[in-house]
Each structure stands twice: as C-alpha cells, then as structure tokens.
C-alpha cells in the first residue's frame, strides 16, 4: 500500500506540474475503450525519497516520461491496464532519442516510465506506440513539451 501511495504521488504530481506549466497542455488522448495518460516534467519536480525509490536521477536538467493506460469503466475514473509502451522524443534539429520505458505495477496502479536528459529550452516531441494487453493495434499518441532547466 505504501508503494501504490507514493506512485499515486509520483503521477499526481508530474500531472499537477503539467497543468501548472501549461494551462493548454493535453495531458490525455481518448481512444474509445482506453484512455492514455501521459506527461512530461523535470525530475527535480520529485520527491527526493521518490526519485530513490525508483531509481530516477534528480536533477534540473533532467526529465521523466510517464505512461498510464486505463480501461474506461462505467462510473470510475478507469481501471490500468498492462501495455507494450515503446518511443522516441525528437528534437526540433532531428535529433531522435530512443526512450526506454519501464513498467512499475502496483496492485491498483501500472505505470510507464522513462528518464533522460533534457537541454534548457529544449523542444522534445513525443512519438509513442501504446498497445494494451490484448489488443492487435497499437494507438499512437504524439504531443510536445518544452522543459525549463536550471
């Protein structure tokens, strides 16, 4: 139970930082049956005991990715669902970075995630593949964020 209240943490957080950063941003892409949620932040924006406990480098000049796939539920706010999750963040110059996201499964949380680092100003777009457990098509989910370091 203590693990599931810090990834709880860890995602309202980075989904809190999101919103804060920008009020426009969409943080979420319906695709009828599931529903993925995504967001991008710096890993100084973490807990310190957070970031340890996962094994996420805390740093201004460092970022995080993180994936939940839901299930849409009649009258729930969705139930996580097991996904193959692969992609790549691009630079404005083309630059392509391979992001290599894990799975955290908690037992009412899965979560996706990926680190890496990140430039100031730096312009990353996000390309993602997102197939849930028993599906036959990946849905694709493409959004773009600019990070802030310090």
């Known amino acids: 139970m203590r693990h599931t209240n810090k990834l709880l943490h860890l995602f309202g957080l980075a989904c809190l930082c999101l919103i804060a950063a920008s009020a426009r941003a969409e943080n979420s892409q319906d695709f009828g049956d599931y529903v993925v949620h995504f967001n991008a932040l710096t890993t100084d924006l973490l807990q310190p005991k957070v970031a340890t406990e996962y094994n996420i480098k805390r740093s201004g000049s460092h970022a995080m990715l993180n994936i939940v796939v839901l299930r849409k539920v009649l009258g729930a706010t969705g139930q996580p669902v097991t996904a193959t999750v692969t992609g790549m963040a691009t630079t404005l110059n083309g630059q392509q970075r391979t992001l290599n996201l894990r799975e955290i499964r908690e037992p009412n949380a899965i979560y996706y ?30 959004f773009r964020q600019q990070f802030f370091t310090h």
């Open 113 to 142: 995630i990926a680190d890496f680092d990140v430039g100031n100003e730096e312009i990353l777009t996000f390309k993602l593949d997102v197939r849930p457990e028993g599906e036959k098509t990946a849905y694709q989910v493409q």
